[in-house]
């Protein structure tokens, strides 16, 4: 079991920047690949970025590549999210999530069983 809770959102302007941090307790972080993934109102999930649980290989989504970065410490058991470029599209709930039994592939929701409660980040125009 795994409890996350993330924190960092707020607002800014557009082309600023954003660093979430994601603190997990618990057991098994440091083998446990973790996600991010954002959703606004109304709006379906989307996956934004993974890790492995080395701190190695990471995967983005297409629409945050080139200004996102994902990567965690270990010792700390924390994951971050550094958001640069920001743009007024990024606007949503960001969660993340921790690796579940059925890996089913980073890009997926159902890949991870540990969720937090999100943190809002607003990007004005």
């Known amino acids: 079991q795994v409890q996350l809770v993330e924190s960092g959102g707020g607002l800014v302007q557009a082309g600023g920047s954003l660093r979430l941090s994601c603190a997990a307790s618990g057991r098994t972080f440091s083998n446990k690949r973790m996600g991010w993934f954002r959703q606004a109102p109304g709006k379906e999930r989307e996956f934004v970025a993974a890790?492995?649980?080395?701190?190695?290989?990471?995967n983005y989504g297409d629409s945050v590549k080139g200004r996102f970065t994902i990567s965690r410490d270990n010792a700390k058991n924390t994951a971050y999210l550094q958001m640069n470029s920001l743009k007024p599209e990024d606007t949503d709930v960001y969660y993340c999530?921790?690796?579940?039994?059925?890996?089913?592939?980073?890009?997926?929701?159902?890949?991870?069983?540990?969720w937090g409660q999100g943190t809002q980040v607003t990007v004005s125009s």
């Open positions: 890790i492995s649980w080395t701190g190695g290989p990471t």
């Open positions: 999530a921790a690796e579940g039994r059925y890996w089913m592939g980073s890009e997926i929701g159902d890949s991870y069983d540990y």
